[in-house]
């Protein structure tokens, strides 16, 4: 836990110039601005953060119950599933976050197909040289499984019973629906 | 109904109409019955079966149709060709590299009623890759049919305002350890 004098919620502080021999590297969340003022001084300011808003829930035990979102979100919701992920595409730990178990899960099912949705597209890892990642040619939204394990049904069986094509994820059968369609997760 | 003469009533009526369906980000199955029930013509009062009443749908940017779930590797399409040892099997991805307008073809075709009419229903379908249009035909379309699914936003879709509105519904909390 290298992060000394680094407190959030109300302060925070620009550092200019100090990288290098103190961090292996610069923690993420900190700004780093080039040096203010004449050359030759290091600033350090201390700005007051806008204070968060109240959640209507606070005695709830993990952010999403807080906030009241226990079954309301899906995969569409960029703006909640985007503060849980990191700048590469990958999920926050649990111990960070503070999400509960079950609710981890979900947002990890609901970034995944997200991500797979083409939904985020500037977290992706980053890439050591100047090597241009394609874009993929197809559309695809709910999907399951990664791109690369899903193979091909060759037989699908008589009408009576046919192997299911799965889509959406079973996590998430309990949100809330505001039609009377039943939820298929397999077509 | 108000000031019409009764020959353009009956005209209106009776018509030929052609409409239009964006199929970008949207699944081919969807589309298929939107579009059949054009096709039909279940979408007039007049409809009957045997009379022919059926319109015209243009559907354009099937390049770009999205699969839900892993339907592009899953999905199969087989066909053989009446010789031996001609049964051959694509996947969806491999059909639609090969020609785009495929799978909306076989899936409005599979999805009309199995009768004598569906070959003439299906020349009233004319489906095109992407958005450009003989203009023969653009002149010719009336209507525009609704997407039948709403297609999400991309977090960089997304305004600066909207993303800074979004309440942020966890903090990191740093615990200064003392001796680091």
């Known amino acids: 836990m290298a992060a000394p004098s680094l407190l959030r919620g109300g302060l925070r502080r620009l550092f200019a110039g100090l990288w290098g021999r103190g961090w292996a590297s610069p923690p993420a969340r900190a700004l780093r601005e080039g040096e203010s ?46 503060q849980f992920i990191r700048s590469d595409g990958g999920m926050l730990p649990r111990r960070t976050t503070g999400l509960c178990l079950e609710e981890h899960k979900k947002i990890a099912v609901c970034v995944q197909m997200a991500h797979r949705a083409g939904l985020l597209p500037n977290h992706r890892p980053r890439l050591p040289e100047g090597h241009t990642p394609k874009k993929p040619k197809l559309n695809r939204y709910l999907t399951r499984w990664s791109v690369r394990s899903a193979k091909p049904i060759w037989k699908r069986g008589p009408k009576w019973c046919k192997v299911p094509m799965p889509v959406g994820h079973p996590l998430l059968k309990d949100n809330v629906k505001y039609t009377h369609k039943f939820l298929n997760f397999n077509h | 109904m108000a000031s019409y003469t009764k020959a353009a009533q009956q005209w209106a009526t009776f018509a030929r109409a052609w409409y239009l369906l964006d199929a970008k980000m949207q699944p081919p199955g969807k589309i298929a019955a939107a579009t059949v029930i054009r096709l039909e013509g279940r979408h007039k009062p007049i409809y009957h079966a ?75 379908l004319h489906l095109f890759p992407e958005d450009v249009i003989p203009e023969d035909i653009e002149k010719n379309l009336l209507q525009e049919i609704p997407q039948p699914r709403a297609v999400p936003r991309r977090l960089d879709e997304y305004t600066p305002e909207e993303i800074a509105a979004f309440p942020r519904v966890w903090t990191p909390s740093f615990k200064i350890e003392e001796g680091h």
């Open chain 1, 37 to 82: 003022g004449t050359g030759g001084t290091i600033e350090g300011k201390i700005i007051e953060d806008a204070a968060a808003p109240t959640p209507p829930n606070p005695s709830g035990q993990c952010p999403i119950c807080r906030w009241n979102l226990k079954h309301k979100y899906d995969y569409v919701d960029v703006l909640l599933l985007s």
């Open chain 2, 50 to 124: 045997l009379s022919d009443c059926g319109d015209h749908v243009v559907i354009i940017n099937t390049r770009h149709i999205a699969f839900s779930g892993n339907k592009w590797e899953q999905k199969v399409y087989s066909s053989h060709t009446g010789y031996p040892g001609g049964f051959k099997q694509v996947t969806a991805t491999q059909l639609h590299l090969k020609d785009p307008t495929a799978i909306v073809k076989l899936a409005v075709y599979r999805m009309l009623p199995k009768n004598l009419q569906r070959r003439t229903m299906m020349q009233r």
